[in-house]
Protein backbone atom coordinates (compact mmCIF):
# COMPACT_ATOMS: atom_id res chain seq x y z
CA UNK A 1 0.00 0.00 0.00
CA UNK A 2 1.39 3.53 -1.09
CA UNK A 3 -0.12 6.82 0.40
CA UNK A 4 2.52 9.20 -0.99
CA UNK A 5 4.39 9.41 -3.71
CA UNK A 6 6.37 12.75 -3.11
CA UNK A 7 9.90 14.12 -5.43
CA UNK A 8 12.78 15.64 -3.11
CA UNK A 9 15.00 17.69 -5.38
CA UNK A 10 18.67 17.40 -4.98
CA UNK A 11 20.51 19.84 -6.76
CA UNK A 12 21.87 20.28 -10.84
CA UNK A 13 25.63 19.67 -10.12
CA UNK A 14 27.85 17.01 -10.20
CA UNK A 15 27.90 16.61 -6.70
CA UNK A 16 24.00 16.18 -6.32
CA UNK A 17 24.40 13.62 -9.30
CA UNK A 18 26.97 11.86 -7.19
CA UNK A 19 24.46 11.91 -4.27
CA UNK A 20 21.81 10.08 -6.41
CA UNK A 21 24.03 7.83 -7.43
CA UNK A 22 25.32 6.58 -4.04
CA UNK A 23 21.60 6.86 -3.32
CA UNK A 24 20.91 4.02 -5.85
CA UNK A 25 23.64 2.24 -4.68
CA UNK A 26 22.76 1.82 -0.91
CA UNK A 27 19.49 1.27 -1.94
CA UNK A 28 19.37 -1.12 -4.64
CA UNK A 29 17.14 -3.31 -3.64
CA UNK A 30 14.29 -0.70 -3.06
CA UNK A 31 14.73 1.15 -6.52
CA UNK A 32 11.15 0.77 -7.95
CA UNK A 33 12.78 2.75 -11.25
CA UNK A 34 14.95 5.37 -13.05
CA UNK A 35 14.00 8.00 -15.05
CA UNK A 36 15.63 10.20 -17.41
CA UNK A 37 13.08 13.15 -18.25
CA UNK A 38 13.96 15.35 -21.13
CA UNK A 39 12.56 18.57 -21.66
CA UNK A 40 12.89 20.72 -25.32
CA UNK A 41 14.63 23.92 -24.61
CA UNK A 42 16.07 26.29 -27.39
CA UNK A 43 19.57 24.98 -27.10
CA UNK A 44 18.76 21.63 -26.56
CA UNK A 45 16.93 19.39 -23.99
CA UNK A 46 17.10 19.62 -20.48
CA UNK A 47 17.62 16.47 -18.73
CA UNK A 48 16.40 15.80 -15.30
CA UNK A 49 17.32 12.26 -13.39
CA UNK A 50 15.21 10.73 -11.44
CA UNK A 51 14.98 7.61 -9.37
CA UNK A 52 11.62 5.72 -7.67
CA UNK A 53 12.32 3.76 -4.59
CA UNK A 54 9.72 1.67 -3.27
CA UNK A 55 8.86 2.26 0.44
CA UNK A 56 10.93 1.52 3.06
CA UNK A 57 10.02 -1.78 5.57
CA UNK A 58 6.32 -0.78 7.01
CA UNK A 59 6.17 2.70 5.16
CA UNK A 60 3.98 3.58 2.69
CA UNK A 61 5.89 6.90 1.81
CA UNK A 62 7.34 6.43 -1.89
CA UNK A 63 10.32 8.87 -2.63
CA UNK A 64 11.31 9.90 -5.84
CA UNK A 65 14.66 11.89 -6.03
CA UNK A 66 15.25 13.93 -9.20
CA UNK A 67 18.01 16.10 -10.38
CA UNK A 68 15.57 18.64 -12.32
CA UNK A 69 16.96 19.87 -15.65
CA UNK A 70 20.11 20.22 -14.60
CA UNK A 71 22.09 19.06 -17.92
CA UNK A 72 21.40 20.42 -21.61
CA UNK A 73 22.21 17.66 -24.08
CA UNK A 74 22.69 18.87 -27.65
CA UNK A 75 22.75 16.06 -29.80
CA UNK A 76 22.95 12.37 -29.26
CA UNK A 77 26.45 13.52 -26.85
CA UNK A 78 25.59 11.80 -23.50
CA UNK A 79 26.93 14.33 -20.64
CA UNK A 80 29.08 12.70 -18.11
CA UNK A 81 26.85 12.89 -15.06
CA UNK A 82 24.13 11.04 -17.82
CA UNK A 83 26.74 8.68 -18.04
CA UNK A 84 27.61 7.75 -14.29
CA UNK A 85 23.49 7.63 -13.82
CA UNK A 86 23.08 5.42 -16.64
CA UNK A 87 25.89 3.31 -14.70
CA UNK A 88 25.09 3.58 -11.47
CA UNK A 89 21.08 2.54 -12.82
CA UNK A 90 22.73 -0.20 -14.82
CA UNK A 91 24.77 -1.95 -11.66
CA UNK A 92 21.36 -1.94 -9.71
CA UNK A 93 19.62 -3.62 -12.40
CA UNK A 94 17.50 -0.55 -13.97
CA UNK A 95 18.03 1.00 -17.82
CA UNK A 96 16.25 4.05 -17.10
CA UNK A 97 13.16 4.97 -19.32
CA UNK A 98 13.64 8.35 -20.85
CA UNK A 99 10.66 10.12 -21.12
CA UNK A 100 10.00 13.74 -23.02
CA UNK A 101 7.71 16.69 -21.17
CA UNK A 102 7.26 19.86 -21.10
CA UNK A 103 9.75 22.09 -19.15
CA UNK A 104 9.19 23.18 -15.58
CA UNK A 105 9.16 26.88 -16.12
CA UNK A 106 6.16 26.05 -17.89
CA UNK A 107 4.42 26.15 -14.40
CA UNK A 108 3.37 28.83 -12.25
CA UNK A 109 4.74 26.33 -9.63
CA UNK A 110 7.26 23.82 -9.52
CA UNK A 111 4.79 21.82 -6.98
CA UNK A 112 2.59 21.96 -9.98
CA UNK A 113 5.22 20.25 -12.65
CA UNK A 114 5.92 17.74 -9.97
CA UNK A 115 2.26 16.69 -10.34
CA UNK A 116 2.37 16.99 -14.03
CA UNK A 117 5.31 14.79 -13.96
CA UNK A 118 3.81 12.10 -11.50
CA UNK A 119 0.56 11.88 -13.40
CA UNK A 120 2.42 10.89 -16.87
CA UNK A 121 4.70 8.15 -14.91
CA UNK A 122 1.31 7.14 -13.20
CA UNK A 123 -0.15 7.04 -16.91
CA UNK A 124 2.60 5.08 -18.12
CA UNK A 125 2.16 2.40 -15.37
CA UNK A 126 6.05 3.67 -14.02
CA UNK A 127 5.06 4.39 -10.67
CA UNK A 128 1.86 2.86 -9.07
CA UNK A 129 -1.51 4.09 -8.18
CA UNK A 130 -2.03 5.56 -4.35
CA UNK A 131 -4.10 3.12 -2.27
Known amino acids: MILNQQFIELGEGFGDVYELCELIQTNSSRLHQSFILAAPTP ?34 QKSKRRLLFEEAADKAGSTPVYIELKHSSEFAERNLFFQYVTGILRLNNLLPPLK
Open 43 to 76: SGYALSLAVAFKPANTGFFMPVYICREGIIQQGD
